[in-house]
């Protein structure tokens, strides 16, 4: 597949950043993204249609620096985040 991004996360208050790149390894329109981090750890999220809407399921292999419920509250506020963005754009 190919393509290579690389984003700066910052806090909104600017006490803390971390740069986020890696290569996408699969897309398929609407329904599923895949993409390697910088360090080989594997992301996959799936759009899945449903009444409500669409639902965005996301997977990651964690790292060993921070606790895992630590990482899965970091992957919430992102997708959070990326739902109040979406809501703001359809309303």
């Known amino acids: 597949m190919g393509g290579s991004f690389n984003y700066r996360m910052e806090a909104k208050d600017g006490s803390f950043g971390f740069d986020f790149s890696g290569s996408f390894v699969a897309i398929k329109p609407y329904q599923t ?4 981090l910088g360090d080989g750890r594997q992301v996959d999220i799936e ?6 809407g669409v639902k965005v399921t996301e997977s990651f292999d964690a790292e060993d620096e921070n606790s895992a419920e630590m990482q899965r509250q970091g992957w919430l ?3 959070h985040n990326f739902r109040r963005h979406v809501e703001r754009q359809t309303s």
Not at 33 to 36: C, E, I, P, R, V
Not at 47 to 52: K, L, R, S, V, Y
């Open 33 to 36: 993204l895949s993409y390697q």
């Open 47 to 52: 759009f899945i249609n449903t009444p409500e």
């Open 77 to 79: 506020g992102i997708l």
